[in-house]
Antibody, heavy 122, light 107 residues
Framework: EVQLVESGGVVVQPGGSLRLSCAAS????????MHWVRQAPGKGLEWVSL????????YYADSVKGRFTISRDNSKNSLYLQMNSLRTEDTALYYC???????????????WGRGTLVTVSS | EIVLTQSPGTLSLSPGERATLSCRAS???????LAWYQQKPGQAPRLLIY???SRATGIPDRFSGSGSGTDFTLTISRLEPEDFAVYYC????????FGQGTKVEIK
């Protein structure tokens, strides 16, 4: 089955750190750019970060640049998001998403996970 | 950054009716790099349309997308009960920004 499964979301204090994981299955993981997209409670969607198929290129939204780091392990079909210096405004459901294009970066998303909830609160 | 504005905020319609959702960009979206997503409560978004008018795999043909430049439209020809949801547009010609969403609710 083609799917993405996120994990790692918890309640963390402001200033804290967290690492999210996303396990991919059912497709050739290392053929695709992968993304993280988040959704604050009751709000819309916000793209967070992307990583190219080989990990050689990464991009970040201005809101997380310098605090979050995206990475991947193609041998484990896994995507990660290291989140440091967390702020209350980082509270959201974090989705792992597969890029819609085959090789390259197309920046739309044709497969989503169910998300993992990160709550930043004291 | 390209800002997308969706209208209306809420659309109240009955099953069987036609739904027309608008997405307007603050500047031209290159190569019609515009996508539409459907999100139901408690679920992840689902890709409906990419390239402004191409349906994603498995999407029924009652969903259609059109437009270019700064004005785009998602049309649902006849609403089915499962179509009541929130719809987001996203431009991906210059990074990837989303509109704020249109809720299609049962009248």
């Amino acid at each position: 089955e083609v799917q993405l499964v996120e994990s790692g979301g918890v309640v963390v204090q402001p200033g804290g750190s967290l690492r999210l994981s996303c396990a991919a299955s059912g497709f050739t993981f290392d053929d695709y750019t992968m993304h993280w997209v988040r959704q604050a409670p009751g709000k819309g969607l916000e793209w967070v970060s992307l990583i190219s198929w080989d990990g050689g290129s990464t991009y970040y939204a201005d809101s997380v640049k310098g605090r979050f780091t995206i990475s991947r392990d193609n041998s484990k079909n896994s995507l990660y998001l290291q989140m440091n210096s967390l702020r209350t405004e980082d509270t959201a459901l974090y989705y792992c998403a597969k890029d819609g294009g085959n090789s390259g970066v197309y920046w739309y998303f044709d497969l989503w996970g169910r998300g993992t909830l990160v709550t930043v609160s004291s | 950054e390209i800002v997308l504005t969706q209208s209306p905020g809420t659309l109240s319609l009955s099953p069987g009716e036609r739904a027309t959702l608008s997405c307007r960009a603050s500047q031209s979206v290159s190569s019609s790099y515009l996508a539409w997503y459907q999100q139901k409560p408690g679920q992840a978004p689902r890709l409906l349309i990419y390239g402004a008018s191409s349906r994603a795999t498995g999407i029924p043909d009652r969903f259609s997308g059109s437009g270019s430049g700064t004005d785009f439209t998602l049309t649902i020809s006849r609403l089915e009960p499962e179509d009541f949801a929130v719809y987001y547009c996203q431009q991906y010609g210059s990074s990837g920004t989303f509109g704020q969403g249109t809720k299609v609710e049962i009248k």
